[in-house]
């Protein structure tokens, strides 16, 4: 909708808001401290609407501005991830657009195998959501419980998998060689 249509609908949603409220013009002028001349051609469409005319009517009906102005709904906020399967595991995308850094959800199952390391361009960083998760980088083999975090250069040989008796749930951070995440915590007074 263009602006010029938007702006169109306010004098008639005015209107109609304060008759729904039976709030006569003289009474909303003396609760905004608008003359009744100028209510009434906001309403009509023959004054334009500015902030300065629109905040106090908004706020004389307890009202958001975007009520007035007929503002767009916000579209759902609800993210639909599609689960798929890789290397064993379920993989749920948490990012959709592509870019430097990208975010997963990984259900890692309990799998009694060898683990063989792999290498490839990237920086990981992983943060152990539930379970407990084995982690190869080099020369550590380490394990990490719920709230631990790790990170690494995946160009170093690594693999993980689940350490206990039930799947190990992962956040993974990954970006490109040489994109490394970057976490800011406000230093204790």
């Known amino acids: 909708?263009?602006?010029?249509?938007?702006?169109?609908?306010?004098?008639?949603?005015?209107?109609?808001?304060?008759?729904?409220?039976?709030?006569?013009?003289?009474?909303?002028?003396?609760?905004t401290g608008i003359s009744k001349s100028t209510l009434s051609r906001l309403e009509s469409g023959l004054r334009r609407p500015s902030l300065e005319l629109l905040l106090p009517i908004a706020q004389a009906h307890q009202v958001p501005l975007d009520e007035l102005?007929?503002?767009?709904?916000?579209?759902?906020?609800?993210?639909?991830?599609?689960?798929?399967?890789?290397?064993?595991m379920t993989v749920l995308p948490l990012t959709r657009q592509p870019g430097a850094i990208q975010?997963?959800?990984?259900?890692?199952?309990?799998?009694?195998?060898?683990?063989?390391?792999?290498?490839?361009e990237g920086y990981e960083w992983l943060y152990v959501l539930s379970g407990r998760l084995r982690l190869l980088v080099a020369d550590h083999d380490l394990v990490l419980r719920a709230g631990e975090v790790a990170e690494?250069?995946?160009?170093?040989?690594?693999?993980?998998?689940?350490?206990?008796?039930?799947?190990?749930?992962?956040?993974?951070?990954?970006?490109?060689?040489?994109?490394?995440?970057?976490?800011?915590?406000?230093?204790?007074r």
């Open 1 to 31: 909708m263009s602006i010029h249509a938007v702006l169109a609908e306010v004098g008639p949603r005015l209107k109609r808001l304060r008759t729904d409220r039976g709030v006569t013009l003289t009474a909303l002028s003396e609760a």
């Open 69 to 88: 102005v007929g503002a767009p709904e916000v579209g759902d906020p609800r993210v639909r991830i599609a689960p798929r399967q890789a290397h064993g």
């Open 103 to 120: 975010a997963f959800k990984l259900v890692i199952p309990v799998r009694r195998q060898e683990p063989e390391l792999k290498t490839h």
């Open 152 to 188: 690494f250069d995946t160009r170093l040989p690594h693999w993980f998998g689940s350490a206990g008796d039930g799947p190990a749930e992962v956040l993974s951070l990954f970006g490109k060689q040489g994109e490394r995440m970057h976490v800011r915590a406000k230093p204790e």
